[in-house]
């Protein structure tokens, strides 16, 4: 008993009832679907193997550190813009953060 008729199970006394050219028909059929039925679960088997990506998230506030390097400055230029109140900031507890918006902003009156 080959592949084909172990995976027709009881149907396999069907294919011997039938003309040799009906069952090599149905053999080869099955055969087909038992070799994309392979493919498929090995598909399977390597997406659920895949994390998920990874969600992205664009900061809203950014430490001195950061905004110094998008405006690619210095800390200490940064936080002299903050003292002169020319570059915004926020205090969140003992923490100051730079909004985006206040970088764009900085960069947007100096371009213009």
């Known amino acids: 008993m080959d592949t084909t008729d172990r995976q027709l199970g009881t149907g396999a006394a069907l ?3 039938m003309d040799t050219e009906t069952a090599a028909v149905l ?4 055969a087909e679907l038992v070799a994309a039925t392979g493919r498929l679960q090995a598909e399977l088997d390597r ?3 895949t994390p998920p990506p990874a969600r992205v998230v664009s900061p809203t ?3 001195i550190e950061e905004a110094a390097g998008a405006l690619a400055l210095g800390r200490s230029t ?6 002169s109140g020319e570059l ?4 969140i507890g003992r923490s100051r953060r730079i909004p985006v918006s206040a970088v764009d902003a900085f960069v ?5």
């Open 27 to 30: 053999r080869s059929v099955v």
């Open 88 to 91: 915004g900031s926020v205090r």
């Open 47 to 49: 997406l659920a193997a």
């Open 108 to 112: 947007t009156e100096r371009a213009g």
């Open 61 to 63: 506030l950014l430490t």
């Open 15 to 17: 294919v011997s009832g």
């Open 78 to 83: 940064v936080c002299e813009l903050i003292a």
